[in-house]
């Protein structure tokens, strides 16, 4: 495992606006109704936003999300002002075609996924292999069981070997993703993998810990934690692309 210098990041992150993006399209990709958001020049990659809670959500006719509250939809417009293809769907369930779908836009494919949403991206990865994504980052992963949580489980960890980021907040009070359940998870990744893990603190905020706007869903921090996001994904660029 490698841990990320926090201060390698791009100086030019730290004014990211972090919602709206033009250039979006609603289609009907595989199962699911999916908006696909391009920036403005060639984009350099794709990123498919999960979300946490049930991991559903609408999506409007102009492609605006049900679930924009939500820690990665509210930062989804600086990925494409970053030069990336960003995507997002109203059931994640089967992320296969819609991965087929963004490497004809652009490649790599990551996938970016926060909460209950690591447990869906963790599965479609692990079920999908070569056919999967070329990069995953997990923010507050769910490791614990609780009534709807969904975790990241070492058998899923077993099965993948692209470039994994793990983003946690110190002060997650949330029962489900505590920040003593990454360890463990990061050692079943197979031998060889690249995994990184980056640790942030926010002051505690929300009166729901489970909720986005807490230290579980990078409340106050949300332009800091995307600078790093976007610094890892400019680093591994060119890694494990198909």
């Known amino acids: 495992m490698r841990l990320l210098n926090t201060k390698a990041v791009f100086a030019a992150c730290a004014a990211i606006a972090l919602c709206g993006a033009a250039g979006t399209t609603v289609e009907q990709v595989g ?3 999916a908006a696909i958001v391009l920036p403005d020049d060639q984009p350099i990659g ?8 049930t991991t559903l959500q609408s999506i409007d006719p102009d492609g605006a999300p049900g679930n924009k509250g939500n820690f990665v939809m509210r930062i989804r417009g600086a990925f494409t002002r970053a030069g990336y293809a960003v995507a997002y769907v109203a059931d994640p369930g089967d992320l296969g075609p819609l991965i087929r779908r963004m490497r004809s836009v652009a490649r790599p494919v990551f996938f970016l996924a926060t909460s209950n949403g690591t447990g869906v991206a963790a599965a479609n990865a692990a079920r999908l292999g070569s056919d999967g994504p070329d990069g995953i980052i997990l ?3 769910v490791t614990g069981r609780g009534r709807i949580s969904q975790p990241v489980t070492a058998a899923y960890a077993a099965k993948i070997t692209v470039p ?3 983003v946690h907040n110190r002060n997650d009070g949330c029962s489900v993703s505590p920040p003593s359940g990454i360890a463990a998870l990061i050692a079943g990744f197979p031998k ?7 640790d942030v603190t926010s002051p505690v905020t929300g009166n729901d810990p489970c909720e986005p706007y807490s230290a579980h869903g990078y409340d106050g921090i949300e332009t800091d934690v995307t600078a790093q996001i976007l610094a890892w994904m400019h680093a591994h660029g060119a890694q494990g692309t198909r």
């Open 164 to 166: 994994v980021l793990f």
């Open 192 to 198: 060889g993998t690249d995994v990184t893990r980056i």
């Open 139 to 141: 923010t507050s992963t």
């Open 31 to 33: 199962h699911t109704r």
């Open 46 to 53: 794709s990123v498919i936003l999960i979300p946490g809670g």
